[in-house]
C-alpha cells in the first residue's frame, strides 16, 4: 500500500450508478454524466464555482443505464448524448435556455430498439463524417447504427461471451475481447453486413477475463487490454509490446495525456487495483502509486475548469463519487490528537500482576484454560425391551444416546450428522437453540436395522453450526446387549480367531453377566432379527479364549468387546492373538472372483442392448416400408433378446451386491487385524475406514500406505501389520561437539 493518498476535491453519493463519462457541453469545458441502473441520468458540473450542487440536469428514464458516449453523431447537431440500455439505444440532445444559463434539459431525439439485449458499444469516428455507434449483444453480434439509420444488424462472432470492443481509426480494425481472446478484424469486410461468418486477422490468448480495452491512434497505435490479473499492450500485428502483471485484482482503467509534456511515444495510463490503490503508468513503467481509499469501478481524467485540470473522477459499486488529484500527503503516521500520560508506576504493577498470573498458571501446569468452541458430551442413556420404529428389526432394543451441548454462543441453529451402522429414526438431525440460551440437548436411538446388519457397535455424531462455521466430532461404543441377543453354540463354525492371555481365564458368564447364561466355558450370541450368530469359548488349561462363527463380520465385534471386559476385570493382563490372514486372503479372491463375474456379465449386457436396439430398428424399417410379415418372428426374437438383458441385469446386480457385501467382510477383518496387532503395541493403518468411501482400487491404496508397489496385495498387508513406529536413540549433540573440538585439537 502506497503511503500517499489521492486528495479529495469534490465527492458525490449517486445511489445505483452505473457508469460515467466526461463530455463537453458548455463553456469548453468537461462536464460529468453519471448513469444509474435505476434509468437516472444525472448531468454534474464540478467546475462550476457558483452552484454548490453542481447539477446541470437529472432525467429519469424506463431503462436502466449501461453505458454512454458523446459525440458528433448527426451532421446539424452537437452536444448529442447517446445512451444504450439492453434493449435500446437512444440519442438525447443537451440544450441551454441562454450559454450563461447553469441549467440544461434533456431532450430525446430518436432511438433504436433491440430484439436481443445488448452488453456494450463502442463510438467509430469517420473523417468529415458524424461518428457512429458499434453495439454489441450478449450472444455476441455486432449492430451499427448511423444516426438514425441502422447500417447493418445482428452480424456474430465467434464467441459465446460477451467483453470489451474498441476501434482504431488509423488502421480502420475492430478489435473484440471475447471468450478471453483478443482479436482483430478488418471493419471493411463488415460494412456491408452480409458477411454471415467473419473472419479474424490475428487472434491472441489473453489467459483471463478481459475487463477493459483502450486503443491509442497515432503512427504506432496500440491495444491495451485490462485482465483480472495482467494489462497487456498489442500493436497492430497482434504482437505483444509489453505485459504488467498486477499484485492484486484489476478493476478499471483509462489513458491520459500529460499537459506539461507532448510525447505520443510512450502511452500514459491509470489502473485501479481490488486493494484500493492507483497505479500510474508510462507504458509499463511505474512512476506513482497512491492510496485511493475505495475500490473504483471506473475511472476517468478530466478538465472541469482552469484551475483544476487533469484530474481523476473515480466511481465505486457503492455509487460514491469522488474527483481528486494526486498529492503527496501521506496518509500514515499521523500524529494522535489526544494526548495520553501514562503513569509508569502504575504500569509497574499491572505487569507485575500479571506476571504472577502466569507463573501460577506454570505452576499448576498450565491448567487455566479457555474453552472455545462448541462443547458436546454424549452419553448412554435408557436401554428399551423393543422398539416400534418402522426400520428396526423385529423385536430389537434400542438405546437413547443422549447429546448435551455447552458453550453455544452466537449459535441459534445446530446441524446433527449421524454415522453408524445401526440405524436410527433419520441420520441427520437440526437442533434449533434459544437466542438466551447457552445448552442444548438431543434424545437419539439407536438399534438394528431391517436392512442391513451391523457389523461395529461405534456411534460418530458431528454437529455443525453454520453461522460461526464450528463443528466438532465425538465417537461413543453402543452397549453390546443393544446388537446381541443369547442363543445357542456353534461348535462347528468356520471362521475362528483366538485370544490368549497370561493368566487364568475368566468365567463367560462373570465375563458377559448381563446375559443369562451359567455356562462359564461357553456362550453364544445372535444378531437382533437375524440368523447370524457367534459363539465364544474358553479354555482353562490353555488361558485361551475362542471366537467362531459363520459370519466373517461378527468376528472383530465380538473379539474387540471380549478384549474390553477381560481388561476391565483383569487390570494389567497381557493380552495377544493371531491375525487371520488365511481369511483375509479367502476374501480378497473372493472379492476379484465376483469382478471378474462382473465384468463378464458387462460384456454380455452390452451385447444384448445392441441386439434389443437393433431388431427396434428393424421393427420401425418394417413399419415405413408396409412390410409386416416378419413382424411375428422379430416380436418373437425382440421378447427373447429382452427376457436375456432383464436376466443379465438381475446377475450384474447381484454380483455388485456381492461385491459389497466381500467389501465390508474385509474392512471388518481390516479392523480385527488393527486391535490384534494393537494388543501386541503394534500400530497399523488398516481400519475399517482403510478401503471405504474411495474410488481406488485396493492395491492403489495399499500401494500408497506402504510406499512400494512391490509385491502382491496380501505381502502389503502382512507388511502393514508388523512393523511398529520404532522410537530414535536419544543422541546428546554435546558430546558430539565435544568430540569434534578434541579431533581438531588433535
Known sequence: MSLFRLVEWVSHAV??????????????????????????????????????????????????????????????????????????????????????????????????????????????????????????????????????????????????????????????????????????????????????????DWSFNLGDTAIKMEVTEGLKPTTIILCRRHVSAFNGSGSVVWQIRLEAVG??????????????????????????TLLIFKDNQLIWNCNAQMSPVSLLVCSYNKSYENVITMMASSGKIVIGYLGTEPSLYKVPEDKVIVNYADRMEQLKEIELKIKESDAAGGAIKRKEGIQMKLNIGEIGK???????????????????????????????????????????????????????????????????????????????????????????????????????IDRNAKYKVTIDTAGAVIGLDKLFSEFESENPQAIGFSLHGSEKTVSIFAANKSNRYRIQSEHISLLQIASKELVKRIGESVQGMEIGGVIPFEYIRETLDEIQELETKKKEESKVIDCRMKEVRAIEGLSLNSCKTGNMSNLTAMDA????????????????????????????????????????SKLSRVETVLTNNFWANTHQSLRERLCYAVRSDRGNEMAMIEKLCEHSPKELPKIKEEEEEEEKDESIAT
Open 637 to 676: 426374437l425382440f421378447d427373447k433378446s429382452y427376457r436375456e438383458l432383464l436376466t443379465s441385469m438381475d446377475n450384474y446386480n447381484n454380483f455388485s451386491n456381492k461385491i459389497e457385501n466381500e467389501k465390508a467382510a474385509l474392512n471388518s477383518l481390516f479392523q480385527l487385524a488393527a486391535d490384534l
Open 251 to 276: 478493476m478499471a482503467m483509462c489513458l491520459y495525456k500529460s499537459l506539461q509534456i507532448n510525447n505520443t511515444q510512450f502511452n500514459r495510463l491509470i489502473i485501479a487495483t481490488s486493494d484500493d
Open 15 to 200: 445511489p445505483k450508478v452505473s457508469t460515467v463519462l466526461n463530455a463537453s457541453f458548455y463553456q469548453e469545458r468537461d462536464q460529468l454524466v453519471v448513469g444509474g441502473e435505476d434509468g437516472q441520468i444525472i448531468i454534474l458540473d464540478p467546475g462550476c464555482r457558483e452552484d454548490s450542487n453542481h447539477v446541470l440536469v437529472t432525467t429519469q428514464t424506463k431503462y436502466p443505464i449501461m453505458e454512454m458516449a458523446s459525440d458528433v453523431f448527426l451532421p446539424t447537431m452537437d452536444r448529442i448524448l447517446a445512451v444504450l440500455s439492453p434493449t435500446k439505444l437512444t440519442y438525447y440532445a443537451v440544450n441551454f435556455a441562454n450559454p450563461d444559463d447553469t441549467h440544461a434539459t434533456l431532450d430525446e431525439i430518436f432511438c433504436h430498439s433491440f430484439t436481443t439485449s445488448a452488453w456494450n458499444m463502442c463510438v467509430i469516428p469517420i473523417d468529415d463524417s458524424p461518428s457512429q455507434i458499434l453495439v454489441q449483444s450478449i450472444d455476441c453480434k455486432l449492430s451499427l447504427f448511423q444516426g438514425d439509420q441502422c447500417v447493418f444488424s445482428l452480424v456474430p462472432l465467434r464467441a459465446l461471451q460477451p467483453g470489451p470492443i474498441g476501434y482504431c481509426q488509423t488502421t480502420q480494425t475492430l478489435f473484440v475481447a471475447n471468450n478471453g481472446f483478443l482479436a482483430a478484424i478488418k471493419f471493411s469486410l463488415m460494412s456491408s453486413g452480409s458477411q454471415k461468418k467473419i473472419n479474424y
Open 386 to 488: 423393543r422398539t416400534i420404529e418402522p426400520n428396526a428389526a423385529n423385536n430389537a432394543p434400542y438405546c437413547n444416546l443422549m447429546i448435551d451441548f455447552s458453550e453455544l454462543h452466537n449459535v441459534s441453529k445446530l446441524h446433527l450428522n449421524v454415522n453408524s451402522e445401526c440405524a436410527s429414526p433419520s441420520k441427520t438431525f437440526q437442533i434449533n437453540v434459544g437466542s438466551s440460551k447457552s445448552t442444548a440437548s438431543i434424545q437419539i436411538p439407536f438399534y438394528v436395522g431391517s436392512k442391513t446388519s451391523p457389523t461395529s457397535n461405534k456411534v460418530t455424531i458431528t454437529a455443525h453450526c453454520v453461522f460461526t462455521q464450528m463443528s466438532v466430532t465425538k465417537s461413543i461404543e453402543l452397549p453390546f446387549k443393544v446388537l446381541f441377543e443369547e442363543s445357542q
